[in-house]
């Protein structure tokens, strides 16, 4: 990995205003995270995106293995993961934990 690429994961303030500034809005998508590992569909020209986590919680890899339900990153629901790097939106998979499908929201941007 080099300096310009990272991932980020967290939980927004639930009662503060987020201010994101990750570059001009290229596309938008609600994706279902069920039993096997479901990956992103990137826009052309975006490279980075902010992915919220809604109704269960998930495990996510980024280095071409599927993730499971007991081996990969864990992120709660209602947390957040920030990704800025075209490789890393393009490979990232994930997968819920438990028996409720979970809903990500991702907006992508072109960072220039």
């Known amino acids: ?11 927004y303030p639930s009662q503060k205003s987020v201010f994101i500034d990750a570059g001009d809005p290229v596309g ?14 990137v826009p052309l020209k975006a490279n980075s995106a902010i992915i919220q986590i809604d109704n269960a919680h998930i495990r996510w890899r980024d280095d071409g293995t ?24 393009t490979a990232i998979k994930f997968i819920r934990t438990a028996s409720t499908d979970a809903k990500l929201n991702i907006s992508y941007y072109e960072r220039k």
Do not use: C
């Not at 938008?28 to 569909?41: A, C, I, P, R």
């Open 1 to 11: 990995m080099n300096n310009n690429t990272f991932i980020i994961a967290g939980q």
């Open 28 to 41: 938008f998508e609600q994706l279902t995270v069920s039993l096997t590992g479901v990956g992103l569909t």
């Open 66 to 89: 599927d993730p499971t339900t007991s081996t990969g990153m864990l992120v709660y629901q209602s947390n957040y993961i920030t990704i800025e790097s075209k490789a890393r939106l």
